[in-house]
């Protein structure tokens, strides 16, 4: 697994993704278009993919930052979820869905949307399936077991 | 005594339109005209003269010239073709690929094959009784038939050929979703969908048996409309498991037509009074069902995260991976559908058989 990282590293999201929000701020996907693998995004792993891809974070640091403004994180937690969060973007990285970008001097980030009442949860990346593989569904499967059963 | 086709056998041609999608197609063998005639009924294909039958088999140069290459898709028209050949022996595949291929796909003895021309977008679907070859700017498939898939009509019409037609008809924009679809008393539209033997046929019938209304068992048409998912259903008759019917005593009512293996084939829509309803399509959905057959005593419903609907449907999407960017439009299609709806997973119980009404109130409820 990549990481963890310093806070000033810099990423970038994979150009070739599609990102869908399914459930407003709580459940998203998303499709890595050259090889089908299929991803779901929890509440705070949206807000962080929003944010790096819309240029409001591009380093760990300005994630981190972010994430205090919008879920009003109390300052012992700083630690924790600065791993969580790291942690979070090794999975993308390793997944091919996030690079380091070149330089090392990090950019401002944007100022971050309040996430309302919603609690900080860890971020979470979950691979749920490929859909690289063509399947030929419906009737093909009897057809070809009734192909067998007359022999041809 | 079997009629035979020389070389100077009239083509004949059934023409319709299929998802919006005009198609013929094209045999000199009447035996194959009434089985297509029969499969597409509900599409009121025409019967006309067709043209004398074009070589099947042309070389690479030929074809080239004959259908344009892949640069050339943006310039090609919607029209689909589908040239149909009884043969005593199928061609080999290198005689329909000659430029090499890969096989993709395989489902028991029924394979699909990617040709290795740079230039032209071809497939060939083999098995041991039919082959199809697919051009995909051409728009046009050639099929040999064999004996042994002639003593299987259903199975050639369902199976052998439309595969290779809902290939042809992804490049036009169409994306065949393996799903029934039924309006419930309120017009609530519901998408019902899974694997094959997960239930679609049986939950649809019951649904129908209750006051709702079915447009489709089995298949879905699913394009853009004005920017947003349209769907429309795939008209043809419904299979039943034959074990319903001493279960359902109300489907003494529905004229049986040709039995396929375990099922029989019924003109649902006729029988439920939606032939007219089916020929429209429509946008926005409010509920998709993911059954499965559990063997328990009662049936459970269940609503789950619209991401494993979506998952769903996109591994129920024949050739969802096959030719980009259909992949992409496609998969934005079906992310739109979803979030339009809620989903729910059925545990299909033993009660549902004892009750067609039960899926309805469990549904309505």
Known sequence: ?152 | MEEREGPDAIMRALTFSLAGVPLEIRTPSRRLQELFAGYFAAYAPRLGEGEKEPPPLLDEEERRGAVGSKEEDSSIDQRVRLDLFRVDRLPEISDLLPQGERKIAQTGILSLWQGLSSTIEEWVFLSEGAAFRVEGAAGRITGWIAPAALALPQILANTMTLLPLLLLLRLKGRYHLHAAAVLSPKGARWLICGPPRAGKSTLTTALGLSGWRPIADDGLFLSAHRGVPFLEAFRKSFHLDRRLWERWPKLAEIRQGPASLERILVDGLSHFGTAELARSGWSGIDGILLPRISGERQSQLASIEPSRVLLTLAQESVYFPLCPPHPQRQWTLLTELVRQARGYTLSAGEDLLDDPGRIAHLLEA
């Open chain 1, 1 to 152: 697994m990549p990481g963890p990282y310093p806070s000033e590293t810099r990423f970038q999201i994979k150009e070739g993704t599609s990102f869908t929000e399914l459930v407003e701020n709580r459940e998203a996907v998303l499709l890595d278009l050259d090889n089908l693998h299929y991803y779901t995004l929890n509440g705070t792993a949206i807000e962080i993919w929003r944010w790096m891809r819309g240029g409001e974070a591009a380093t760990l640091g300005q994630v981190i930052s972010n994430l205090h403004g919008a879920f009003r994180l109390p300052e012992a937690d700083f630690g924790r979820v600065e791993q969580e969060v790291s942690r979070f973007l090794g999975e993308l990285e390793q997944n091919g869905l996030l690079r380091l970008s070149e330089g090392s001097r990090p950019e401002q980030g944007g100022a971050a949307r309040g996430a309302g009442d919603r609690p900080y949860v860890p971020p979470q990346l979950k691979l749920a399936s490929s859909l690289s593989r063509v399947t030929l569904s419906g009737s093909s499967t009897i057809a070809t077991a009734a192909i067998s059963s007359t022999g041809g």
